[in-house]
Nanobody
Framework: HVQLVESGGGSVQAGESLRLSCRAS??????MGWFRQAPGKEREGVAV????????YYLDSVKGRFTISQDDAKTTVYLQMNSLKPEDTAMYFCAASYFYGKFSGTKCTVAAGKSSDFGYWGQGTQVTVS
């Protein structure tokens, strides 16, 4: 049973930064990422990364401001969020999955648009930007 434990959320002023962390209880995936959901809105993929490190997806509205990364053990994924805006306010969820085949990297980034493709989820961490 894989558990995803998130940390790093909080309340900040516009323009400030936050760093989210998500630690998996064991290596059981090759795709990890972050989704967010604001009240009254659908959950959307913010950033995902394949364990190979070369396939990465960013939501257009966060490109140039957010950076996703992973540790060498591929058990922790980070989301560095700079220049935060009020519209970034949401509950942020860590997600993980395993995609098979030689195109697993592509499948990982495509799955950013379909949250149901991720089988493992964290409990969520609130990010509030005012």
């Amino acid at each position: 049973h894989v558990q995803l434990v998130e940390s790093g959320g909080g309340s900040v002023q516009a323009g400030e930064s936050l760093r989210l962390s998500c630690r998996a209880s064991r290596f059981n995936y090759n795709c990890m990422g972050w989704f967010r959901q604001a009240p009254g809105k659908e959950r959307e993929g913010v950033a995902v990364i394949h364990s190979g490190g070369r396939d990465i997806y960013y939501l257009d509205s966060v490109k140039g401001r957010f950076t996703i990364s992973q540790d060498d053990a591929k058990t922790t994924v980070y989301l560095q969020m700079n220049s935060l805006k009020p519209e970034d306010t949401a509950m942020y969820f860590c997600a993980a999955s395993y995609f098979y085949g030689k195109f697993s990297g592509t499948k990982c980034t495509v799955a950013a648009g379909k949250s149901s493709d991720f089988g493992y989820w964290g409990q969520g961490t609130q990010v509030t930007v005012s």
